[in-house]
């Protein structure tokens, strides 16, 4: 029976596990390339039983990379100007990537939904990211990620239990 990780111990649970996620990907690097549909019906097993209201983790910790397009459709529903928007909420990191001001992000609520939710940055939509095209490409970033998303924790932990086919 699937139950939600308490995301307060995430990281150390994650920590504990990185080795052996790491030398599954050694072992079966070929193997990992041609999994993407076991590991897509994972994800949206986990997805399902997952309330990502009782987390927003990501929304707290992590700071998506957002785009002048994101600026564009976040202008909006805020009714402002994409330069005020930049002005008051973003800022330039040290990767010259643009990210919110600081986090947690500034359209989160107390009741962990988000304010701009139908105009949010599209990394945001796509975060956590297991469900897409060639997972292999990002096994490294889901071990990282894994520290902060309970859905990415359980995506690794089913898929390097995994039997060989
Ligand atoms: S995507 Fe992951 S980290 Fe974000 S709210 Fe959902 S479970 Fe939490
Ligand atoms: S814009 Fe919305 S979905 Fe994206 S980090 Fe902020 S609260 Fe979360």
């Known amino acids: 029976m699937y139950k939600q990780i ?14 052996e996620w790491k030398r599954f990907l050694t072992k079966n690097k070929k193997r ?12 949206s097993e986990i997805s399902k039983k997952t309330n990502c209201l009782e987390c927003a983790n990501c929304c707290r910790a992590l700071g998506p990379r957002i785009t002048d397009k994101d600026v564009e459709r976040m202008a909006k529903p805020l009714r402002m100007k994409t330069s005020e928007v930049i002005s008051k909420y973003l800022r330039i ?58 859905i990415v924790y359980e995506v690794m932990e089913r898929l390097t239990a995994t039997p060989n086919p």
């Open 32 to 43: 990992i390339e041609k999994m993407d549909t076991k590991i897509h019906e994972i994800h």
């Open 93 to 150: 990191d040290e990767d010259g990537d643009m990210v919110f001001l600081s986090m947690p992000c500034p359209f989160l609520g107390n009741d962990n939904y988000c304010s701009i939710y139908e105009s949010r940055p599209k990394a945001c939509r796509e975060y956590p990211h297991t469900d897409r095209k060639r997972f292999y490409q990002i096994y490294n970033l889901s071990i990282k990620n894994a520290s902060t998303c309970p």
């Open 6 to 19: 308490d995301f307060n111990i995430l990281s150390d649970l994650a920590k504990k596990r990185e080795p």
